[in-house]
């Protein structure tokens, strides 16, 4: 099983500031099979970015996503108080996984 | 709008069976493959099941294979996630989820919010 690794596990950060989150791959994943997905307590999970960095309908472009290999990351430019919330990456090639997930706080 | 619409949840024994179903509207739903995701209480995402437009390619994690089928009826734009031997370690909440295409391989852009499953003596 392609195993994800998330950190940190927790982040946390004022409105404004720049967040970085890694998700690391047991093995290589191909850049086209790595999403991100923001949730939050009470509501469904939403598909933010896809194939390492394209942006799903409707996200706004302070979301950046990068990364190949093994190593993946997701950038929230400047946060807003509506982005604090708990993200995970996916890999979702042959038998889908996702990470722990990193939880992004405000400070 | 798309929607997604969870049912069937509820508290059950270990060893017993449930199924829990997921009603779609908004979209064709046979134009699109399904899954199942699931949420352990304090825990994060675990991807459960998947299923193409026309049941022709299915796949499970390992910890559920053999144990949970997935299903679809697309006459009637309805999802299935049939549940047997049950663990104590499957109570979650239990979503459904689209996938943006018709095949397995593809990211989950819409999310229903979820039936709550517990097994428990």
């Known amino acids: 099983e392609l195993v994800l690794t998330q950190s940190p596990g927790t982040l946390s950060l004022s409105p404004g500031e720049r967040a970085t989150l890694s998700c690391r791959a047991s093995?290589?994943?191909?850049?086209?099979?790595l999403a991100w997905y923001q949730h939050k307590p009470g509501q469904a999970p939403r598909l933010l970015i896809y194939?390492?960095?394209s942006r799903a309908s409707g996200i706004p472009d302070r979301f950046s996503g990068s990364g190949s290999g093994t190593d993946f990351t997701l950038t929230i430019s400047r946060l807003e108080p509506e982005d604090f919330a708990v993200y995970y990456c996916?890999?979702?090639?042959?038998?889908?996984?996702f990470g722990q997930g990193t939880k992004v706080e405000i400070k | 709008e798309v929607q997604l619409v969870e049912s069937g949840g509820g508290l059950v024994q270990p060893g017993r069976s449930l199924r829990v179903s997921c009603a779609v509207s908004?979209?064709?739903?046979?134009?699109?493959?399904m899954h199942w995701v699931r949420q352990a209480p304090g825990k994060g995402l675990e991807w459960v099941s998947g299923?193409?437009?026309?049941?022709?390619?299915?796949d499970y994690a390992e910890s559920v294979r053999g144990r949970f089928t997935i299903s679809r009826d697309n006459a009637n734009h309805s999802l299935y996630l049939q549940m047997s031997s049950l663990r104590v370690e499957d109570t979650a909440l239990y979503y459904c989820?689209?996938?943006?295409?018709?095949?397995?391989?593809?990211?989950?852009?819409?999310w229903g919010q979820g039936t709550l499953v517990t097994v428990s003596s």
């Open positions: 194939g390492t960095s």
């Open positions: 989820a689209r996938s943006t295409d018709y095949v397995l391989g593809y990211p989950l852009d819409s």
């Open positions: 908004g979209f064709t739903f046979d134009d699109y493959a």
């Open positions: 996916q890999q979702y090639g042959s038998s889908p996984t």
């Open positions: 093995q290589s994943v191909s850049a086209s099979y």
């Open positions: 299923i193409s437009w026309d049941s022709g390619r299915i």
